[in-house]
């Protein structure tokens, strides 16, 4: 089967030649996921997004790629660089956005929360298997009236002798129907806490949500706690209020900021090789000044958005990345990459509302990503504060 960038220019498809900035590792680590993403992904996406699907198959694939929790060192986990990891999420976004939510979910907000806050005895238990794909994980933040401000969430965990029983819903709870493992954040008389949920306990429950218009190749669930029992040990003993769960977040927020790029980045190649070969009034599409502009348009904010990730990688894994600044990158990122998209299904013309062509799922999926973890009005008010100093929220 053919990449997108089968035929294009080296300027076509790297402008300013970033690639110099990355080491020989990096690149084949990226090369690596990529040539995942064409074998296993590409052939099989359009038909997963039409059935509403995310096989579970996938993952003990992801886990042998080694992109799941893949910056966590320890306990099984690849321990690769923040950078690696941004490379990796651009090329599985490029495949689907769905495919890159799963190793969000089950890497940055699931084995985070275990590796940052769990004891030695939850780590051993539940990291390596996740980092295998062979036990799937899922976090339980949002709620059906606690979205944006996750404080008024209202699932409370009481004590029962040495240990809890939880009581609760969820709503957006991506995997919760396929996963083992499910970190649950409740209220408790000591403020929220983090839970460790085995999903068989009883009184546990999680239903997909359905159907969707976007990200369709990805699970996620209404979930239920009805007096879900458990022991002492079940608790995160690190997690200790609503800043714990936030930490989190940012590690998939800074995920998504590279990750919106992939599905940028193939959106326009695809829309590039497209109207080079389309041709109207006698010539090919690309011909037009107005093709043009809006190709020259695209390949600017790729290129700028890949140098906000990339520094924002090489921060963090300095050591001085401060959350405001994942705002910046996770805010500015996604905005361009969801106007890209549909920039790209213009030059599509009909054809281009098709599934035979990508840019328009990229789009649709963006739709999500431009809420999750943080909608683009939080992030802007995040940012907000940290220039002016004044909070305009909570
Ligand atoms: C595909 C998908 C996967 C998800 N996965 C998970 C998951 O795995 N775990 C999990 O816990 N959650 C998950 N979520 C939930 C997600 O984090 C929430 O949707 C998000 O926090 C926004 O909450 P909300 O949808 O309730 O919107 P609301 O908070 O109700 O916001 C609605 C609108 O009001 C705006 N708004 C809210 N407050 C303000 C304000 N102060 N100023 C200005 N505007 C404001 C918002 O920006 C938005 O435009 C997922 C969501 C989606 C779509």
């Not at 996750?150 to 991506?174: E, F, N, S």
């Not at 894994?317 to 998209?341: H, M, T, W, Y």
Request: include cysteine; hydrophobic fraction near 40%.
């Amino acid at each position: 089967m053919t990449t997108p960038t089968d035929g294009l220019t080296p300027l076509a498809i790297d402008y300013l030649n970033l690639d110099s900035l990355f080491s020989v590792e990096e690149l084949e680590l990226r090369d690596r996921v990529r040539a995942f993403v064409d074998a296993r992904i590409r052939p099989n996406i359009d038909a997963w997004y039409e059935a509403g699907e995310f096989p579970r198959s996938l993952a003990p694939e992801l886990g042998k790629l080694g992109v799941l929790g893949m910056h966590l060192d320890g306990y099984g986990c690849p321990g690769r660089s923040a950078v690696e990891y941004g490379l990796a999420m651009l090329e599985l976004e490029a495949g689907d956005s769905g495919l890159r939510t799963f190793a969000s979910v089950q890497g940055s907000l699931t084995m985070s929360a275990i590796h940052k806050f769990g004891s030695v005895a939850q780590k051993e238990r539940w990291l390596p298997r996740m980092a295998k794909g062979e036990l799937i994980g899922c976090f339980g933040l949002t709620e059906p009236d606690a979205g944006s401000d996750p404080a008024r969430m209202q699932t409370a965990a009481r004590r029962d002798g040495d240990g809890w029983v939880l009581d609760g819903t969820k709503r957006w709870i991506g995997l919760a129907s396929i996963a083992d493992v499910a970190v649950i954040w409740a209220r408790t008389d000591d403020g929220i806490r983090g839970f460790l949920v085995p999903t068989s306990s009883p009184g546990f429950s999680a239903s997909d949500i359905e159907p969707k218009l976007g990200m369709r190749a990805s699970i996620q669930c209404d979930v239920t706690l009805d007096d879900v029992r458990l022991g002492a040990e079940d608790m995160l003993p690190d997690a200790t209020g609503l800043g714990a769960a936030l930490s989190c977040l940012n590690e998939a927020r800074y995920g998504i900021m590279w990750g919106a790029l992939g599905a940028a980045r193939d959106a326009y190649q695809s829309a590039l090789a497209y109207s080079l070969q389309r041709r109207q009034f006698e010539r090919p599409i690309a011909s037009f000044q107005l093709t043009q502009q809006k190709l020259v348009d695209m390949v600017l904010e790729i290129q700028k958005g890949l140098l906000v990730a990339l520094h924002t990688g090489r921060q963090k894994d300095a050591g001085a990345l401060r959350p405001e600044q994942i705002s910046f990158g996770k805010l500015n990122n996604v905005r361009e990459a969801i106007a890209i998209c549909r920039e790209a299904r213009t030059l599509l013309g009909a054809n281009g509302i098709t599934l035979d062509h990508t840019p328009m799922r990229h789009a649709n999926n963006l739709e999500a990503v431009r809420t999750y973890e943080g909608t683009d009005e939080v992030h802007t008010l995040i940012m907000g504060r940290a220039i002016t100093d004044i909070p305009a929220f909570a």
